[in-house]
């Protein structure tokens, strides 16, 4: 899910930045790697997903046999990847298959076969290499293709928060150019965001989530070059949310606009969830840009 690895770059370089940890930044980039192999489209937005099944069998894509691994790999690489990936009852998955499941770091492994660090992890970069060309030919997962703005708004923030931590101007531009996909495709003259875009067109009014999620990403694009034109652009859509997402007496903005009137009653979103809800960031979007442009009601 984009969701989950939006998020998790976003945690990882803080980790990293908290810890010195240098596996959390390994971790980081590899998702970033992934992202730009299998989820980033030619028009520099994100896809939604990638299906757990292909050929409808769970998970086949991604697991392994053994002797599979063992016909890839030289015998002393085999054993390497046996100890370090757990292809023993922790990996076991089913029916004779295994997944690659890491428990120890490599650190801990060289240690264990009295080895030098850094030519395991050679070793490792290159069982890796080796076992993605072979992966490669398989029957790949369906992809969910379609453009959603808020979870892409969430990569967006996911990468420019890994990009200001590690000063990583590719992270950078690939999140600029993202929101700019955002900003030009899924929004009209008004400003208004549109929640979905596939198939060269944008449907769907935006919800509550798409424009805090893209408020947030904007503010977080700024504070890595500090670019005023995203402060503005945040400020602006902010506008349009206190204007078009009526507020309760409690203070809580409604899930979806006052245009639209499908629903029987208006939802307000106060959980989070796989995600967090619209709210809770609204108000910390409130809060910085109230601050920062001087306007204490946002506050």
Known sequence: MLYDNAQLMSLYAEAWQQSGIEEYKKVCYQCFHFLKREMLSDKNYFFSALDAD?????????????EEIKDILSDTEYKIAVNYFNINKTGYFEDGNYILLRKKSIKALADELNS????????????????????????????????????????????????RVFEDQEMYLTAARCMN?????????????????????????GFLEDYAFT????????????????????????????GDFGRTESGFMYFTPDSVNEWVSRQIETSDNVQPA??????????????????????
């Open 278 to 299: 619209s709210n809770s960031v609204m108000a910390r979007n409130l809060h910085f840009l109230g601050t920062v442009f001087g306007m204490p009601a946002w506050i």
């Open 181 to 205: 996909f955002i900003l030009t495709e899924c929004s009209d003259e008004t400003g208004k965001l549109f929640h979905s875009w596939k198939d060269g067109k944008a449907s769907i009014d």
């Open 54 to 66: 292909s050929e409808g069998v769970e998970g086949k894509f991604y697991i392994w046999k053994p």
């Open 116 to 163: 030098n660090e850094k030519e395991l992890e050679s070793t490792i970069e290159l069982i890796r290499e080796k076992l993605l060309a072979e992966r490669n030919k398989r029957v790949r997962p369906g992809l969910d293709d379609k453009m959603l703005v808020s979870w892409n708004a969430m990569m967006v923030r996911g990468l420019a928060d890994a990009s």
């Open 215 to 242: 408020i947030d990403a904007l503010i977080a694009l700024y504070s890595f070059g500090f670019k005023e034109d995203y402060l503005l652009q945040a400020r602006d859509l902010t506008f349009k949310v206190l």
